[in-house]
């Protein structure tokens, strides 16, 4: 567009709470270059698909129902309507987590048969609880061949006709009745995606609350299904991530190495890059074309995926993408799958920076496409850092903000198991009884995207900082998480900003106010802290009792919906912010908030606005708190007496220590 017709758009300070983005947009602007930011200034949203109210389901439409009581051509109503929209963005996104899950698989499986260049069997552990889990007999075999028979189990679940998947199996007892008895409960991966594609066609499911029970359980053969299978077998192949110091935001870039950023979801690749980085030759090669060195950094869940795990850093979340080309500063910017923008090979013809894409499923006009295969992963990977490391002496002007937060991301399920289990007690008891005691008044898990229709960060930070203040413990993934980095919320000292009960207790388990957990599929961790919360004893029943609440606030893609919709059906209670999809149907909206709840436990909420969302929030983690007749949260009651008291309360047996808490014995 020229520059003369644009309208006049935000202000780098109106369009990015982050400095190192406010200081990129300055250089986008004097440069005369666009941006997600400056595009979305420049269009706004269609009103009549941004409520819902589109079909373009058949070609006798599209049909725009702008008015009350009209139908489609085919009389299809607005609540059916606004709900297949729901559903199928529900199903690609769970396509797009299950088969990230599935290409791992993959991968595990070549490892396996030693097919797979480079790659080896990191958590052993891990590969051996999962194969008794599944079945699969580990006496007197390599890790090797245990993979292969895990691997292939796990590939079958995508091809699964009919029955149960195997990962739904974990969750609570209560939970996996309600999905048998709602027709819920997951048959096959693949098969819950094709279901929708095939029941949103012309002419087939048009009854609102059928349709989304369908999203339901396709969101359910995400969260635990492909989405559990990406984690666990990512686990297995790169490592269980543990507690690890590592950088966030764009002044991770060096302005004397080559700077090689991975972008995208699948940690196959970004991995052996990793490997391919320390390679000494392509280090001496680095040299010779006048680079100190090779330095490896990410955007989006990529590098979620090599933060959590080897303390790569990152150059920040979704709306970084664009930003980190224009500090000139990019030699190679590797692309695999998922929340790539288009617009990036274009952009970067204004710099020297290579868009390299790799997927055998992605290729984007002008970029340059060197294919992935795990088979030959390393020597790939070599080539594309050769790529790189080519590109360095091509540089033009560089201009790195010196903006960086450290960060201590890494915390899986087992780890959590582990640090809280290792001050006293196996298991999550201190959580439980921090809980009961109202210490921690309740659980948030803040995750999902950037959205340039808002400030970007601003809600995600807003959020964070007054649900700390309220004794909530967070926990995140994908770009939330990477946005609570920039802010300093993922150190210990984010405890300045907790409330008194939160405090004492992260002071005595050494355990952080925010929990970075991983990349978006990794919010599967998220719903195994939930189980084993619940199994551990004095929350309830089930996932549905437990005063914890999920948001997404800058969501904009449909894996968002897709983990929401999962989230949902486990139980837990769920805000996106940004925009409500749903809005053209007052029925839609009540089938997936008061319909949900009383069905499944759990509900779907659109909330634009950030002081109502966190209302919202606080009100039903009350409210799950009274019903499981828990003391009401008095913030009051703690703090006083801080570490003193609870070094007293680890110093009991934990029967006196369920009753010092909260005045009776453990319900377990
Ligand atoms: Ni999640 Fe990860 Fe980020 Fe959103 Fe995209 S990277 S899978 S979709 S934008 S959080």
Same mark, same amino acid.
């Given at each position: 567009?020229?520059?003369?017709?644009?309208?006049? &758009?935000?202000?780098?300070?109106?369009?990015?709470?982050?400095?190192?983005?406010?200081?990129? %947009?300055?250089?986008?602007?004097?440069? &005369?270059?666009?941006?997600?930011?400056?595009?979305?200034?420049?269009?706004?949203?269609?009103?009549?698909?941004?409520?819902?109210?589109?079909?373009?389901?058949?070609?006798?439409?599209?049909?725009?129902?702008?008015?009350?009581?009209?139908?489609?051509?085919?009389?299809?109503?607005?609540?059916?309507?606004?709900?297949?929209?729901?559903?199928?963005?529900?199903?690609?996104?769970?396509?797009?987590?299950?088969?990230? @899950?599935?290409?791992?698989?993959?991968?595990?499986?070549?490892? /396996?048969?030693?097919?797979?260049?480079?790659?080896?069997?990191?958590?052993?552990?891990?590969?051996?609880?999962?194969?008794?889990?599944?079945?699969?007999?580990?006496?007197?075999?390599?890790?090797?061949?245990?993979?292969?028979?895990?691997?292939?189990?796990?590939?079958?679940?995508?091809?699964?006709?009919?029955?149960?998947?195997?990962?739904?199996?974990?969750?609570?007892?209560?939970?996996?009745?309600?999905?048998?008895?709602?027709?819920?409960?997951?048959?096959?991966?693949?098969?819950?995606?094709?279901?929708?594609?095939?029941?949103?066609?012309?002419?087939?499911?048009?009854?609102?609350?059928?349709?989304?029970?369908?999203?339901?359980? =396709? @969101?359910?053969?995400? &969260?635990?299904? /492909?989405?559990?299978?990406?984690?666990?077998?990512?686990?297995?192949?790169?490592?269980?991530?543990?507690?690890?110091?590592?950088?966030?935001?764009?002044?991770?870039?060096?302005?004397?190495?080559?700077?090689?950023?991975?972008?995208?979801?699948?940690?196959?690749?970004?991995?052996?890059?990793?490997?391919?980085?320390?390679?000494?030759?392509?280090?001496? +090669?680095?040299?010779?074309?006048?680079?100190?060195?090779?330095?490896?950094?990410?955007?989006?869940?990529?590098?979620?995926?090599?933060?959590?795990?080897?303390?790569? =850093?990152?150059?920040?979340?979704?709306?970084?993408?664009?930003?980190?080309?224009?500090?000139? $500063?990019?030699?190679?910017?590797?692309?695999?799958?998922?929340?790539?923008?288009?617009?990036?090979?274009?952009?970067?013809?204004?710099?020297?920076?290579?868009?390299?894409?790799?997927?055998?499923?992605?290729?984007?006009?002008?970029?340059?496409?060197?294919?992935?295969?795990?088979?030959?992963?390393?020597?790939?990977?070599?080539?594309?850092?050769?790529?790189?490391?080519?590109?360095?002496?091509?540089?033009?002007?560089?201009?790195?903000?010196?903006?960086?937060?450290?960060?201590?991301?890494?915390?899986?399920?087992?780890?959590?198991? +582990?640090?809280?289990?290792?001050?006293?007690? /196996?298991?999550?008891?201190?959580?439980?009884?921090?809980?009961?005691?109202?210490?921690?008044?309740?659980? #948030?898990?803040?995750?999902?995207?950037?959205?340039?229709?808002?400030?970007?960060?601003?809600?995600?930070?807003?959020?964070?900082?007054?649900?700390?203040?309220?004794?909530?413990?967070?926990?995140?993934?994908?770009?939330?998480?990477?946005?609570?980095?920039?802010?300093?919320?993922?150190?210990?000292? $984010?405890?300045?900003?907790?409330?008194? &009960?939160?405090?004492?207790?992260?002071?005595?388990?050494?355990?952080?106010?925010?929990?970075?957990?991983?990349?978006?599929?990794?919010?599967?961790?998220?719903?195994?802290?939930?189980?084993?919360?619940?199994?551990?004893?004095?929350?309830?029943?089930?996932?549905?009792? #437990?005063?914890?609440?999920?948001?997404?606030?800058?969501?904009?893609?449909?894996? $968002?919906?897709?983990?929401?919709? +999962?989230?949902?059906?486990?139980? =837990?209670?769920?805000?996106?912010?940004?925009?409500?999809?749903?809005?053209?149907?007052?029925?839609?909206?009540?089938?997936?908030?008061?319909?949900?709840?009383?069905?499944?436990?759990?509900?779907?909420?659109?909330?634009?606005?950030?002081?109502?969302?966190?209302?919202?929030?606080?009100?039903?983690?009350?409210?799950?708190?009274?019903?499981?007749?828990?003391?009401?949260?008095?913030?009051?009651?703690? @703090?006083?007496?801080?570490?003193?008291?609870?070094?007293?309360? %680890?110093?009991?047996?934990?029967?006196?220590?369920?009753?010092?808490? +909260?005045?009776?014995?453990?319900?377990?």
């Amino acid at each position: 567009m020229a520059a003369e017709k644009k309208k006049k &758009g935000r202000t780098p300070e109106e369009s990015s709470i982050d400095p190192a983005a406010q200081e990129m %947009l300055v250089r986008a602007e004097e440069l &005369g270059l666009e941006t997600a930011f400056s595009r979305a200034d420049n269009m706004k949203p269609c009103p009549i698909g941004a409520k819902g109210q589109c079909c373009k389901i058949c070609f006798m439409g599209p049909c725009r129902l702008t008015k009350d009581g009209m139908t489609g051509v085919c009389g299809a109503t607005i609540e059916t309507i606004t709900a297949r929209n729901f559903a199928r963005a529900v199903a690609a996104g769970a396509a797009s987590h299950s088969d990230h @899950g599935r290409d791992v698989a993959f991968t595990l499986l070549a490892t /396996g048969k030693g097919e797979a260049q480079g790659y080896q069997i990191r958590d052993p552990g891990k590969l051996r609880r999962l194969a008794e889990e599944l079945g699969v007999s580990t006496a007197d075999r390599t890790n090797e061949e245990i993979a292969v028979d895990v691997a292939e189990i796990c590939i079958a679940q995508f091809g699964q006709q009919k029955g149960e998947l195997a990962m739904a199996q974990r969750a609570p007892e209560t939970r996996k009745e309600i999905w048998r008895k709602l027709g819920l409960m997951p048959r096959g991966i693949d098969r819950e995606v094709v279901d929708i594609l095939h029941r949103t066609h012309m002419g087939d499911d048009q009854d609102a609350e059928h349709i989304l029970d369908a999203a339901l359980r =396709a @969101g359910l053969s995400d &969260g635990w299904g /492909g989405s559990m299978i990406a984690t666990d077998l990512s686990d297995i192949l790169f490592g269980t991530p543990s507690p690890i110091l590592g950088e966030v935001n764009l002044g991770v870039l060096k302005d004397d190495e080559v700077n090689i950023i991975v972008h995208g979801h699948e940690p196959t690749l970004s991995q052996m890059i990793l490997v391919a980085c320390s390679e000494p030759d392509l280090l001496k +090669y680095a040299e010779e074309k006048g680079a100190k060195g090779i330095n490896l950094a990410g955007i989006c869940c990529t590098s979620n995926e090599t933060l959590v795990r080897q303390g790569v =850093a990152s150059a920040g979340n979704f709306l970084h993408q664009e930003l980190a080309i224009i500090t000139g $500063a990019v030699d190679a910017m590797v692309v695999d799958v998922q929340c790539i923008m288009q617009a990036l090979p274009q952009l970067a013809k204004n710099f020297h920076t290579e868009v390299i894409t790799t997927s055998p499923k992605v290729k984007i006009t002008d970029a340059t496409h060197m294919e992935f295969d795990e088979h030959s992963a390393f020597d790939i990977a070599k080539q594309i850092v050769r790529k790189a490391i080519d590109n360095f002496p091509n540089r033009g002007k560089v201009q790195i903000p010196d903006v960086k937060s450290d960060v201590v991301p890494g915390f899986s399920h087992e780890y959590i198991n +582990y640090m809280l289990g290792g001050t006293y007690r /196996g298991s999550f008891r201190p959580l439980n009884d921090a809980i009961m005691s109202g210490r921690i008044r309740g659980v #948030v898990a803040d995750v999902g995207c950037n959205n340039p229709r808002m400030q970007q960060d601003f809600q995600h930070d807003y959020l964070v900082r007054e649900l700390l203040k309220q004794d909530v413990l967070v926990v995140q993934t994908g770009c939330g998480a990477i946005a609570s980095g920039k802010y300093g919320f993922l150190l210990g000292e $984010a405890l300045e900003l907790a409330g008194p &009960g939160l405090r004492e207790i992260c002071e005595a388990t050494g355990m952080p106010p925010v929990l970075h957990m991983g990349s978006c599929v990794d919010n599967s961790r998220i719903l195994t802290v939930l189980t084993q919360v619940v199994e551990e004893g004095g929350l309830g029943e089930d996932i549905s009792e #437990v005063p914890a609440v999920g948001i997404a606030p800058e969501w904009m893609s449909e894996k $968002a919906l897709a983990i929401a919709s +999962y989230c949902a059906a486990s139980g =837990a209670y769920v805000i996106l912010g940004i925009t409500d999809p749903i809005e053209a149907s007052n029925t839609v909206t009540e089938i997936m908030s008061k319909g949900w709840e009383e069905r499944v436990g759990g509900k779907i909420e659109f909330v634009i606005e950030e002081e109502e969302m966190l209302r919202r929030i606080l009100e039903h983690i009350d409210k799950k708190r009274a019903a499981l007749g828990l003391p009401e949260y008095d913030p009051t009651k703690f @703090g006083q007496s801080g570490d003193k008291r609870m070094n007293e309360l %680890l110093e009991l047996k934990p029967e006196e220590r369920a009753e010092a808490l +909260y005045g009776q014995p453990a319900s377990d």
